[in-house]
């Protein structure tokens, strides 16, 4: 019932709840970052994240440092909170946590499979799968050949399973196919943690509403804009969005006949909290878009903190460290590159 959690909550959610605040509290400031962007190399980005909580993942990396490690040592961080948090939780919590890294299992799938699909070496993209995204039969997606197979011969004992019903045909695998398997996946995905949330009620279901309501509005722009000009039909457009949403029901129709960024633009204008977002871009251009996007979001993550007795807290922790270690990798690779002038094009500042 809302508004009673704090009757309950610590029972079982207290001592977890305390930790990823804790964890929060060791996040990147904008003095860091302001720092960080001064950095001449990756040695002295590495000696400044020594003093943060990165410190003991990087103390022992040799010099010369290059950015794959240090955006490695950072997910390993992010990775040992997580599995952490896991070991220490009980139902619904548990599940709660798992439902957050199947976004990463998706997404290393469609590694997997499209570097297959170009002959690449499997142990080569095993390397650069998430971590958190890792399942026990993972290398042997690359004999699939068609989505029966990839579902038949590897993804039927995986949580990934019910998401696959959409997308089983006997088609052989190409890029388009893949891309439409991966943004099907999503939108299952997405659905039923959206139904999970609302299951939780409370103030659990509705701040998870409003963060996976704007992810859903996300995925939906950026697959209109990304479909324009290919062969995609509008109706198949249509059945690649999730069915919530600020957008759903009637800012999809509008968003399924776009046919150029300004039309999208125009749809998304007549939604308030979507105004802001598109008044940042100048018309016919799309390149800041994802920035824009992720400011937005990192908004409203940080504002989830702002209630107790939630489970919000731990998807928006995820995701936040997550926008810190992109940070990072953009950050390193400017310097690495001798491109300073572009350090601040896509860094987002979270606090």
Not at 82 to 98: I, W
């Amino acid at each position: 019932m809302y508004g009673f959690e704090a009757m309950t909550f610590n029972i079982h959610g207290g001592y977890l709840e305390a930790i990823v605040r804790g964890h929060r509290s060791g996040l990147l400031t904008a003095a860091d970052y302001n720092n960080l962007c001064q950095c001449e190399t990756l040695d002295d980005i590495k000696m400044h994240l020594s003093a943060t909580d990165y410190g003991p993942y990087l103390q022992n990396e040799p010099s010369p440092l290059h950015t794959t490690t240090l955006v490695e040592k950072c997910t390993l961080k992010l990775v040992d909170e997580y599995k952490h948090m896991l070991c220490q939780a009980t139902e619904p919590l548990s599940t709660f946590l798992e439902y957050i890294t199947y976004g990463h299992m998706i997404d290393n799938v469609v590694l997997i499979v499209t570097g297959t699909l170009h002959e690449r070496d499997v142990q080569e993209l095993l390397e650069k799968c998430h971590p958190l995204g890792m399942f026990d039969s993972i290398a042997t997606l690359a004999v699939a050949q068609n989505m029966r197979d990839l579902y038949r011969l590897v993804l039927v004992d995986t949580p990934l399973a019910p998401y696959f019903s959409e997308c089983i045909t006997s088609e052989d695998l190409d890029d388009m196919n893949i891309e439409i398997m991966r943004n099907t996946l999503y939108k299952a995905y997405l659905e039923d943690f959206y139904r999970f949330c609302q299951s939780l009620g409370g103030a659990t279901g509705e701040i998870m509403s409003d963060l996976l309501s704007f992810e859903a509005d996300r995925r939906a722009v950026n697959i209109t804009i990304n479909s324009i000009g290919t062969e995609l039909t509008r109706e198949d457009r249509k059945k690649l969005y999730s069915s919530f949403g600020l957008l759903y029901p009637y800012g999809h129709e509008e968003l399924a006949i776009c046919e150029d960024v300004d039309q999208v633009r125009g749809v998304m204008e007549k939604y308030p909290p979507y105004q802001a977002i598109f008044s940042k871009m100048s018309y016919g251009e799309s390149q800041m878009l994802d920035k824009a996007f992720y400011e937005e979001e990192v908004k409203r993550l940080c504002l989830s903190f702002e209630q107790q007795f939630h489970y919000a807290v731990f998807f928006a922790y995820m995701r936040l460290r997550e926008q810190e270690i992109r940070n990072l990798m953009w950050i390193s690779e400017c310097v690495a590159q001798n491109q300073k002038s572009r350090v601040h094009d896509s860094v987002v500042f979270i606090f």
